[in-house]
Structure formats: C-alpha cells, structure tokens
C-alpha cells in the first residue's frame, strides 16, 4: 500500500502535566514502522516556532489547547506527517488512510456544532493548505486571540477550509471521535481507528502536583478569567460550514 506521507507519528504534549502515556503508547504500538516523536516542552522552547508571540500568549494564559494548534501546523508543514490527539487511544493501524499527498483532517461530529472539523491531523511536507493556514495566522496579534477553538482551532480550521477550497481529505468523525464529549455516539459498523478521550473537557488528565506547578495554574486560572471576560464582550460570528 502506497503511504503518501512521511511515516512521522507524533504526538504534541506541553505544560506542568504528567504525559497521559498509557493513550499515547498505543499509537505506538499500532505503528512499529512509523517513526514516533513526542513535540514536548523542550521542542516548544527550542524550535523557531514562525507564530511564537501567539504561542507565548496562549501558554501563559495556560490555554494549552492554543498552543498545540499553532505548534501542530508548523511542525506538519516542515516535516510533514501524522500528528493524532494525545488523549485518544488508537485500535488500527492507520496507513490505509493516508493514499495521497494532501491535508488531512476529521470532523468534530456531523451532526452537532455546524459541522466543525478538527485541526489537521496529517499532511505532506509543504502542503499548501497548511502553508496558507499558518500565513492567515501571521496576520493575527495576540490581542486578535479568541477561544483556542475560534482562532486556531475547529471553528478556524473549518472557516478556511470554506475560504480556500483546498485538497483535503475530512474523514468521518467515528474514524477517531466515536462517542463525542456531548455523549453521541457512534453505533454503525465501519471501522474505529481510535477513540478520542477528551482529556481537556472531560478533566481526565492527570494534574502536576509540584507547589510550583499548582501556584502557576492558580495565576494563569487570574489571567484567563481577565481573557475570557473581554473575549465575552465581542461579538461572536456565526459561522455553519458547507462543503
């Protein structure tokens, strides 16, 4: 079978908290001829990230989320590859999916919160896509930031696939999101490549127990709230996607 994109898995973990390795483990597992890469704090510090001020912002507001986005679309369009959410744990082996050199992502779920996708899973080094996506995130000053699913997340990703018509493959949520955070589930009989846990919403994290770790939080739990209510204020764009 005929791989179209580098055989690079990786998983994106950064901030206080204890990697949740018994899900990441499992990618691994299901993928012993792919090379495995965890983009960690030190790869955050240390990599010439293009939008590193939307970075810095969102880390130390401790809206994580934001910042695996930004450092995600980047790192695919340098090496390309496969980059699956870290709190998911994988069934298959995923190398049927991947039959062409173009952008890949998932839908949320198609039948709730208009048909959101989520932030490219995998790509070709280069991809013109995620090259347009990273340019339109340059536009943007930390004061431009929303939620991280608005500016660099679902809603964004979804909103330029509408602008720019690209080649991309958007594969069916029960492919790797079976039972959604809302409690949908998927009950048909094609195949699961991985369950999606959502770690952040669902709270399934494990939490940093070092004093230091803790009072960061508690001043980034200040600042987000100061964030979050001038954020409220704006008005928020209706947005359904088509396509």
Not at 45 to 64: A, Q
Not at 145 to 172: C, E, H, R
Request: proline share 5%; hydrophobic share 35%.
């Amino acid at each position: 079978m005929n791989i179209l994109i580098p055989k690079l898995l990786g998983h994106i973990w950064i901030g206080p908290n204890p990697k949740p390795t018994q899900w990441m483990n499992t990618w691994e597992k299901k993928h012993t001829d792919w090379k495995y890469t965890v983009y960690d704090n030190n790869f955050l510090n240390n990599y010439h990230f293009k939008t590193r001020n939307l970075i810095e912002f969102y880390y130390k507001l401790g809206l994580y989320a934001g910042v695996a986005d930004l450092m995600r679309y980047e790192i695919l369009y340098e090496f390309g590859g496969f980059i699956p959410e870290a709190d998911s744990i994988c069934y298959h082996n995923t190398n049927e999916l991947f039959t062409k050199k173009q952008a890949y992502t998932v839908y949320e779920n198609e039948f709730i919160r208009g048909n959101l996708v989520a932030p490219i899973y995998a790509c070709e080094p280069k991809n013109e896509f995620v090259g347009q996506l990273i340019n339109e995130l340059l536009q943007l000053t930390p004061l431009d930031l929303d939620y991280p699913w608005i500016s660099t997340g679902n809603f964004f990703v979804a909103k330029m696939i509408q602008k720019y018509n690209p080649d991309i493959t958007i594969f069916p949520s029960h492919y790797f999101n079976p039972i959604h955070y809302e409690g949908i589930v998927y009950n048909g009989d094609d195949k699961v490549y991985s369950k999606q846990l959502f770690g952040s919403t669902s709270a399934k994290y494990k939490k940093s127990i070092n004093p230091i770790n803790i009072f960061k939080a508690k001043q980034q739990k200040k600042m987000r709230k100061i964030f979050l209510k001038k954020i409220s204020e704006r008005k928020k764009e209706k947005f359904s996607i088509d396509f």
